[in-house]
Every structure is written in structure tokens, then in C-alpha cells.
């Protein structure tokens, strides 16, 4: 009887606390729609999709921040999943077992250090540099952004990539080699494709980690409200919507017009991780088909 | 009750916390809101005092006559903007028109104004940040209330004033502004005329109270009719030299030169 009802009160606190994941988001999508929506009625389309960001003077044009946070994610991804992936496979495929158990621990000590002084450092010594050695004139560009979120990203990275690619049976590789691959054959071919969903998990993860990431952007990147649209935009300064939300929320009059559309451009940035999310599952979810249609 | 300007609202609460440690038995409450929402509060009376970092208005004076008051006007601090380069830029004054032209990207090069030939990199506060809004209209606008010139969309926008500073000392192509008492000695600070034909001004306690100074402004307080009792004990001790030291102190520029 008692070891029923400890069960039965296990198993609905397991089930509560799993439905609080789903409930929370969904709160979060409700009031972020519930504050943001009167913007459509508040500003026209036109405004909007204009090419200015001034909201003290009304001009409520988005582009330029959808535009900014997009180049420095992109960025960002460019530095971090080559590097990331390169260090999660050196520490799961290459490096001994000893060096495994110091590298691992240092990349997740690293991926603890508060991104705010990651911006420090960003100002006084990344900015700097940038400027000097490709003779900008400012270093607090889409660059320096995306270099330190790619280095924020990688941490998350690595350590969940090195954990998929751990977790592929020793078998695999085992075989590989007794087929006569080389080690790098079987890491390449293998082990890689057969982590691939974690992979893409880590990969997706550390995207996420660099689009949400606000206080070292916002150190860094100039916070320039200009449409990244030339090439050498990457050199220019941008204005993601991250920073804009954390640089302009704490003034704004509640239920202004302001107030609403800094809660549209979060909604604005849910969407765009919700659709990077579901994107990832997807790709995901179909190679584990195809992988079982061929082993059927 | 004390409300009004956001320029004002922390040296107001400074103010009243350090009065209220004098004379344990006055309490003041300080909140902001802008300049305006402060003296429509003194217009329907539902403040004692209002903090404004503009004039009264002649239409806001007649509407507090309407309800029976009467705003005596005191000015209690001064707000003075500096403007600010790298050690090495070799340009040391500049006119109005030409940081009106700088900031609102007509004027892209240093060599434009007497420089090198170097691309101008403009910093500015955030938009939220006072100090931005006076930039807006007293430098980049000149004054003109018609004007609709706005900052060019290429300036950076800091969110301190540390971020000014240290890209200002490390990046010779740099031009920012800040209140006049957050300024380091790590940059060099330029001598600004109202026009071509005015002598070129650099900011200091003095230039600023004598009215030579172009970038700057006066702070005021309000109250209805001539203060008596506790309101007026307190208005005498914000002009008092050790009240105008916290001015000082947050970065406002004191009535009376210490």
C-alpha cells in the first residue's frame, strides 16, 4: 500500500515537473505575443520594415536589428563548429584517456565564465586588436561580436558533441579498423555519421547559446543601427536585437508603443530559435528513418 | 514630494538622502518621469517641488495660474556636455555647426576639420540616456525645435559612459561627448564656439556658470509660490556649498564655482 502511494506521488511529480517545461514556454509565447502583438496595430508595416531605428523619435524600422543578429550568429557559427567539432573529436577520438579527463573539464570550466567579462575582455583587448590589425577604423564591429560569441558557443559545443561521440559503441570503430581504414577513415566515416543527431544537437546548441547571448554583443558589436548589407559589413558595427531589448527596456514607459515593440522583437527572436530548433529535429529525425530503413 | 526630470532624479535623490541624514525628521520623496510629467504634478499640486531640465513653458505657467499656483523658478545645478578625442587627434576646437555636421554624418572625415586624414568613428550614449537627448537637440539640432536632423545611423552606441572613454583613449578616430564630469584626463577634451565668429570655449566649472560655454544647460526646481517652512529650508541648503558638492560628485557642474 505505502509503496504504491510513493509511487503513484514519484510519478506525478516526474510528470509535473515535465509538463512545467511545456507550460513555461507556452506562458512565455502567450505573453510575449500578449505584449508585443499591439505593435502591428501601434506602427505601420511600413515603419517597421523600414531601414531606421531611432524610437525616440518613433522610427521603429527592425530590419537592421534582424539583420545584425543574423550576421553575428552566422559568424559566430563559422568560427565555432569547426573549431568546437575539431576539439570534441580530438578529445573523443585522438588524445589519450588521461588528457581526456583535464581537456574536458577545462572546456566546461570555460564555458562557465560569465559572458560579461568575456566583454571586458572584448573591449580592452579583442576590439583593440581587430582595429590595429585590419587597419579599422573602429575594432567594435560584427566581427569582434561573432568572434566572442563563437568562443561562448564552443564550450557548449564541444562538450556535448565529445559526449555523443563517446557514446557511439566501441564496435563501430573496432569494425572500421579490422576492415583496414585508417583512423582517421573511421572517424570521418564512422564514428562522426553514426553521432551525427548529437552532433546536430551540439551544433544547434551552441547556435542558440550565440543568438540569445546579449551583454558581451552588446560590449562589443558598436550597437550601430545599419542594415548589414554590404560586404564589409562584417568589419562595420551592428546592432543586434538582444542588445537593443537590454539597452532599452530598462527606460521605457510600460505599455508605450516603445515598450511593445522591444516585446515584438523578442517574439520576433522566439520565432527565429523555435524555427532553428524545429529545423534541427527535423534533419534529425530523418536521418534516424533513413538510418533504420537501411538497417532493416 | 519632489518629481520630475530623469537628468535631475539622481542627483535629486542624492539630495534628499543626504538631507534626510541631517534632519532625520524630513522626509523627501524623490520619483522621475521627465521634465513634464514633473510639472504637470506642480500644475494640479500634487508635488512640492518639480525637477526640470528644461525652462517652464509660458503655456505651463499659465495653466498653474489657472489652478491657483504660481512656479517660482530656482536654478539649482548646471549640466555642461564635453566633447571628447584621442590624445593624438591633432583637432582641438570645433564650431557647433561642425559637430552638428560630425554627428549627423555630413562630415565623415577628420581631414574635414582640420585632421588627419582619418575616417571620423562617431560615439554616443544610448538613446535612453538624457545626455543623448540633449546632444539631439542642443548640438546635432542646434536649438531648432523644427529641425528633424537625426544622429547618422553609422554611430556607435555605447552603453556607458566607460565604453566612451576607453574607445576614445585607445582609437584615434574617435569623437564622443559625456557629461562634463565623467571626463578622464586619459582624453582630450575640445574647445567648442557657438559659431565662427565666437571665441572657442573649453568646458570648466567657470565657462559653463558664465555662460560661454555653448553645450550646457541649466537644471531647475519649481515650486508654487515662494517656498516657506521645510520646502524652503531645503531649497537653501541645495544652493549651499556643501549640497552643490554632490553635484560635483555625480557629474553636474555646481551653481557656484567650489
Sequence with gaps: MTKS?????????????????????????????????????????????????????????????????????????????????????????????????????LVEILGGIPSVVLGFLGILILAPSLRRIFDLPTGL????????????????????AEDALDSVPRSYRDASLALGATEWQTIWRVTLPAARSGVLT?????????????????????????????????ISPVRTMTATIAAEMGEVAKNSTHYHVLFFIGLVLFVISLGINIAASAAALRQRQRAERILS | MNKGSD????????????YHELHSEVEISVTGGGSGTGIAALINRTVD????????????????????????????A??????????????????????????????????EVGGEDRVIVRLSRETNSGTHVFFLEN????????????????????????????????????????????????????AVARDASSPFVLPSADSVNSGQYPIARDL???????????????????MSAEAQVIVTQLGFVPITPP
Design chain 2, 78 to 111: 548646471k549640466d555642461a556636455i564635453a566633447i571628447i578625442v584621442n590624445l593624438d587627434n591633432h583637432v582641438d576646437q570645433l564650431t557647433l555647426k561642425q559637430l552638428s555636421d560630425i554627428y549627423s554624418g555630413k562630415i565623415r572625415n577628420w581631414s
Design chain 2, 139 to 190: 548640438v546635432i539640432r542646434m536649438g531648432n525645435s523644427n529641425d528633424k536632423t537625426l544622429f547618422s545611423t553609422d554611430t556607435l552606441l555605447l552603453p556607458s559612459s566607460e565604453g566612451i572613454t576607453s574607445e576614445t583613449r585607445d582609437n584615434p578616430n574617435t569623437i564622443g561627448y559625456d557629461g562634463l564630469g565623467y571626463v578622464t584626463p586619459e582624453v582630450k577634451v575640445i
Design chain 2, 7 to 18: 537628468t535631475l532624479v539622481n542627483l535629486a535623490l542624492a539630495w534628499a538622502e543626504k
Design chain 1, 141 to 160: 564591429t560584427a566581427l569582434a561580436g561573432s568572434i566572442l560569441l563563437g568562443g561562448i558557443a564552443i564550450p557548449t559545443i564541444v562538450s556535448v
Design chain 1, 202 to 234: 551540439a551544433i544547434m546548441l551552441g547556435i542558440g547559446r550565440a543568438i540569445g547571448e546579449t551583454m558581451a554583443v552588446m560590449m562589443v558589436t558598436g550597437n550601430a543601427p545599419v542594415i548589414p548589407l554590404k560586404l564589409n559589413s562584417i
Design chain 1, 5 to 105: 502511494w510513493n509511487e503513484f506521488i514519484l510519478d506525478w511529480l516526474i510528470k509535473i515537473s515535465g509538463y512545467s517545461a511545456i507550460i513555461f514556454v507556452a506562458l512565455i509565447f502567450y505573453f510575449l505575443l500578449h505584449e508585443g502583438l499591439p505593435t502591428l496595430s501601434e506602427v505601420s508595416v511600413t515603419n517597421l520594415l523600414s531601414l531606421r531605428w531611432y524610437p525616440i523619435e518613433d522610427y521603429f524600422g527592425i530590419l537592421p536589428l534582424i539583420g545584425g543578429s543574423l550576421l553575428v550568429t552566422v559568424g559566430a557559427a563559422l568560427f565555432a563548429i569547426p573549431i568546437g567539432l575539431c576539439t570534441a573529436i580530438f578529445i573523443a577520438e585522438v588524445s589519450p584517456r588521461w588528457a581526456r579527463e583535464i581537456l574536458k573539464p
Design chain 2, 220 to 238: 531647475y526646481m519649481y515650486t508654487n509660490d515662494q517656498p516657506t517652512g521645510v520646502i524652503a529650508d531645503y531649497i537653501n541648503w541645495i
Design chain 2, 49 to 76: 517641488i518639480a525637477n526640470a531640465s528644461r525652462q517652464i513653458t509660458s503655456g505651463e505657467t499659465q495653466q498653474a495660474k489657472a489652478n491657483g499656483g504660481n512656479p517660482v523658478e530656482f536654478v539649482v
